[in-house]
């Protein structure tokens, strides 16, 4: 089944811009969504299609996709997005069509 | 406002059964298909079931294919999960998700919009 790898931990000041990387083959054919989940809350989606967001979420997120990478852009980062983040895939020709990524810990220092 | 509501988790001995429920409100529940997605403690996000908004169409991960069965009823807006045969490995949080289906130029793609609270099974003797 297909495999998106994410980095375990991703480290950031206050201000600043987080990164986070989904790594998968040739992801950048696929469209990519992405999740936030605080601890004891549900997931979140923050990210939808690559780069669409749903109403509510702020334009501090973003997202591309191309290649074998995708990314999650956080800009001028608060203490409230330190959370998990996890990527999505559906992989229609899977017996495992939603895949998810391993996840990254954001910390916000 | 859409709302998922997931209930029925608790603990049960190996080899029990559980059925998990799903209240749904705020959106025209008839017209999405619906998902399982479950967490073990620490972990991260795994898919368990999928079915269509008129049942037509069920899918399983193969972790709990033969033991889990995935239903809904469209007249109580709701969606259960009944858990056969558990397992120590079926230990987690539970959430019930809301599926949204879009297009792109290599094909469609599927992703979850909205997502209860979670359940908590947990499987111990």
């Known amino acids: 089944s297909y495999v998106l790898t994410q980095p375990p931990s991703v480290s950031v000041a206050p201000g600043q811009t987080a990164r986070i990387t989904c790594g998968g083959n040739?992801?950048?054919?696929?469209?990519v969504h992405w999740y936030q989940q605080k601890p004891g809350q549900a997931p979140v989606l923050v990210v939808y299609?690559?780069?669409d967001r749903p109403s509510g979420i702020p334009e501090r997120f973003s997202g591309s996709n191309s290649g074998n990478t995708a990314t999650l852009t956080i800009s001028r980062v608060e203490a409230g997005d330190e959370a998990d983040y996890y990527c999505?895939?559906?992989?229609?020709?899977?017996?495992?069509?939603?895949?998810f990524g391993t996840g990254t810990k954001v910390t916000v220092l | 406002e859409v709302q998922l509501v997931e209930s029925g988790g608790g603990l049960v001995k190996p080899g029990g059964s559980l059925r998990l429920s799903c209240a749904a409100s705020?959106?025209?529940?008839?017209?999405?298909?619906m998902n399982w997605v479950r967490q073990a403690p620490g972990k991260g996000l795994e898919w368990v079931s999928s079915?269509?908004?008129?049942?037509?169409?069920?899918y399983y991960a193969d972790s709990v294919k033969g033991r889990f069965t995935i239903s809904r009823d469209n007249a109580k807006n709701s969606l259960y999960l009944q858990m056969n045969s558990l397992r120590a490995e079926d230990t987690a949080v539970y959430y019930c998700?809301?599926?949204?289906?879009?297009?792109?130029?290599?094909?469609?793609?599927?992703?979850?919009?909205?997502w209860g609270q979670g359940t908590l099974v947990t499987v111990s003797s």
């Open positions: 999505q895939v559906w992989d229609s020709s899977s017996d495992l069509p939603y895949v």
């Open positions: 705020g959106f025209t529940f008839s017209s999405y298909s």
């Open positions: 040739n992801i950048g054919s696929k469209s």
């Open positions: 998700a809301r599926e949204m289906v879009g297009d792109y130029v290599w094909g469609s793609y599927r992703y979850l919009d909205y």
């Open positions: 079915i269509s908004s008129s049942s037509s169409y069920i």
């Open positions: 299609d690559d780069s």
